[in-house]
């Protein structure tokens, strides 16, 4: 069965360094995401992405942070300039069309800021 | 904009009984969708069971089913014959279906099973 994978599974990064997380969603889907869970919170919802731009973004996808989908394969984080506080799990979701509801979740990075 | 609340941090379970995790949320919207995700240990996210608000029969997945009720905006998920691979964190989440198709989940219910 066709899954999302993320790399790498964990990430340790200095403050101040630039990260980027890589996602790698269903091959036929249209539709991509990225949330994040900081430790014993909520998973919250970054940003979406569809044909090639944002289609949605959330208060804390500030300009520090962006998305690429460079090779029409991988989907990508970047964060620029890493604080304590990006230090969360990570997770991609991708959904195949308009019409389908369930968006479909990799198994998360967990990045830790130093 | 649209908020789930979960008012369960944890919920115990003996083996084979039933639990009733609650979901409440609030939007001014009518079409919509309701999910209740499973998080076990691993922190991998698993879809239990979805529920399409303009359907009027409750959803069912096996052991998993919900109490929708729309009026009161409450979204409970019932999980029958509780297995010791239930044990997780259960995530309640909306996603509207006008504009963004994020996920907006709710704080998590932990549920304990006990043998």
């Known amino acids: 069965e066709p899954e999302v994978t993320q790399t790498p599974s964990h990430q340790v990064t200095q403050m101040g360094q630039e990260v980027i997380l890589r996602c790698v969603p269903i091959?036929?889907?249209?539709?991509f995401y990225w949330y994040r869970q900081i430790l014993g919170q909520k998973v919250e919802f970054l940003v979406s992405?569809?044909?090639?731009?944002?289609?949605?973004k959330s208060e804390i996808f500030d300009d520090q942070f962006s998305v690429e989908r460079p090779d029409g394969s991988n989907f990508t984080l970047k964060i620029r300039s890493t604080k304590l506080e990006d230090s969360a799990m990570y997770f991609c979701a991708s959904r195949p069309a308009a019409t389908y509801n369930e968006q479909f979740f990799g198994p998360g990075t967990r990045l830790t800021v130093l | 904009a649209q908020t789930v609340t979960q008012s369960q941090p944890e919920m115990s379970v003996q083996e084979a009984e039933t639990v009733t995790l609650s979901c409440t949320y609030d939007t001014s919207e009518s079409d919509y969708y309701l999910f209740w995700y499973k998080q076990p240990p691993s922190r991998q996210m698993i879809l239990v069971i979805r529920?399409?608000?303009?359907?009027?029969q409750n959803a069912t997945e096996n052991r998993f089913s919900v109490n929708f009720q729309k009026a009161a905006k409450s979204f409970s998920l019932k999980i029958s014959d509780s297995q010791l691979g239930d044990a997780a964190m259960y995530f309640c989440?909306?996603?509207?279906?006008?504009?963004?198709?994020?996920?907006?989940f709710g704080a998590g219910t932990i549920l304990r099973v006990k043998s």
């Open positions: 529920q399409e608000a303009y359907k009027q």
């Open positions: 989440a909306y996603r509207s279906n006008v504009g963004g198709n994020k996920l907006v």
């Open positions: 992405f569809y044909n090639n731009e944002i289609s949605e």
């Open positions: 091959s036929n889907h249209l539709y």
